[in-house]
């Protein structure tokens, strides 16, 4: 690959290769990519816009976990390991993202080998990312719990 991509954001080698698996789809502000709890059934890519990453943390209440942007690939690691989603995405604005099915996605990766280490890293960075976040939740353990995401945005 010649490019060199950021953590956790998709190389646009990688971007361009997938052009012909990928359907892409206009979400507006607060529509779901996908729900918690649903049988993974591919990976997103934001292309444009923003994706809010939730987290259920109660009856009806949702945790912000992060917000990402363009170059970010949504559902890997369900889609690789054939789980249901663990969280849900939605649109923070209007929101531009192409979705790979799971198996095209997965007969990609058997076709070009050379993309499976993009695929390691970006999961190498997903883990280190969430060891951050706990990390540093035990760093301060008299800390007040998260908000619920409805208390964030009012």
């Known amino acids: 690959m010649s490019s060199q991509p950021t953590p956790g954001k998709l190389s646009p080698d990688l971007l361009q290769a997938l052009h012909g698996i990928?359907?892409?789809?206009?979400?507006?502000?607060?529509?779901?990519?996908?729900?918690?709890?649903?049988v993974a059934t591919g990976v997103y890519l934001v292309e444009s816009g923003e994706v809010r990453v939730l987290l259920p943390a109660g009856q009806s209440q949702k945790q912000l976990l992060e917000v990402v942007g363009p170059g970010t690939m949504l559902g890997l690691s369900e889609s690789m390991s054939g789980?249901?989603?663990?969280?849900?995405?939605?649109?923070?604005?209007?929101?531009?993202?192409?979705?790979?099915?799971?198996?095209?996605?997965?007969?990609?990766l058997r076709e070009?080998?050379?993309?499976?280490?993009?695929?390691?890293?970006?999961?190498?960075a997903d883990l280190h990312a969430l060891y951050h976040k706990f990390r540093s939740i035990s760093a301060h353990p008299g800390r007040p719990r998260n908000r619920s995401l409805d208390e964030q945005l009012n």
């Open 22 to 38: 990928k359907s892409v789809r206009l979400f507006p502000k607060g529509g779901k990519l996908f729900q918690q709890g649903v």
């Open 83 to 108: 789980e249901r989603y663990r969280i849900t995405a939605e649109a923070g604005e209007q929101t531009t993202a192409a979705f790979v099915p799971r198996e095209k996605f997965l007969e990609f």
């Open 112 to 124: 070009h080998g050379d993309f499976c280490m993009e695929v390691v890293r970006l999961l190498s």
